[in-house]
């Protein structure tokens, strides 16, 4: 069965300094892995997908993932982070079509000014 | 530009007392989604409508029922709600093409006494 694992339940780190959110997933073919947004008290946001080819992903906001078949990984990356990146991370992996989205239980990010 | 829009925002019950979400979207998707978020959970797909006219469980159906009225409107009906169903609900739909990003809906927040 699918299955996401999201290491890190919290973080924190100080404005300007890099980022990397952990996540594993289990799926038996080529998955379709996907990182969201939430800020508070609202919906979920589309940071960035990975389908096929080239396994370095850029989204929006200057962040970017890496799909790492061998580590069966896809970990989400900024390399200077903004008071405004404060929220929640969700992780997401998606068979064919992705009807059945599997997410992460989610990183709580808090930035320090 | 509406977007997914989904209502009650708030709501509390009863045990025992039924009540039905809504979620209407106004982007021509033809699938819709009904999630739930707890914490330290992430979000878990309740149900899913691929198009009009079909319905199909996702990992927590149950103590739910959901009808695609058309193609714009989702609705997830709780008959005897529980305290165990206190959650938040996001409706969300996307379009035909595989690679196209899900669209969340702001949320319902339900207490269930």
């Known amino acids: 069965a699918q299955s996401v694992t999201q290491p890190d339940i919290h973080i924190t780190v100080s404005e300007g300094a890099s980022l990397e959110l952990r996540c594993n997933y289990s799926y038996g073919a080529t998955p379709y892995l996907f990182w969201y947004v939430q800020s508070p008290g609202q919906g979920l946001q589309l940071l960035l997908k990975?389908?096929?080819?080239?396994?370095l992903v850029q989204g929006i906001k200057g962040f970017e993932a890496e799909f790492k078949r061998s580590q069966s990984s896809f970990n989400l990356r900024k390399p200077s982070v903004h008071w405004s990146d404060a929220a929640e991370y969700f992780c997401?992996?998606?068979?064919?079509?992705?009807?059945?989205?599997?997410f992460g239980a989610g990183t709580r990010l808090a930035v320090h000014p | 530009n509406a977007g997914v829009t989904q209502t009650p925002k708030f709501q509390v019950l009863k045990t025992g007392q039924s009540m039905t979400l809504q979620c209407a979207q106004d982007m021509n998707h033809n699938s819709m989604y009904w999630y739930r978020q707890d914490p330290g959970m992430g979000l878990r797909l309740i149900y899913y409508s691929a198009s009009e006219g079909t319905t199909d469980k996702g990992e927590v159906p149950n103590g739910y029922n959901v009808s695609r009225l058309n193609k714009r409107e989702f609705s997830l009906r709780l008959e005897s709600a529980a305290p165990s169903q206190t959650s938040v609900y996001f409706c969300?739909?996307?379009?035909?093409?595989?690679?196209?990003?899900?669209?969340f809906g702001s949320g319902t927040q339900l207490s269930v006494l």
């Open positions: 990975y389908f096929s080819g080239d396994t």
């Open positions: 997401a992996v998606g068979s064919g079509g992705y009807n059945k989205l599997i």
């Open positions: 969300a739909s996307r379009g035909l093409s595989t690679n196209e990003k899900l669209f």
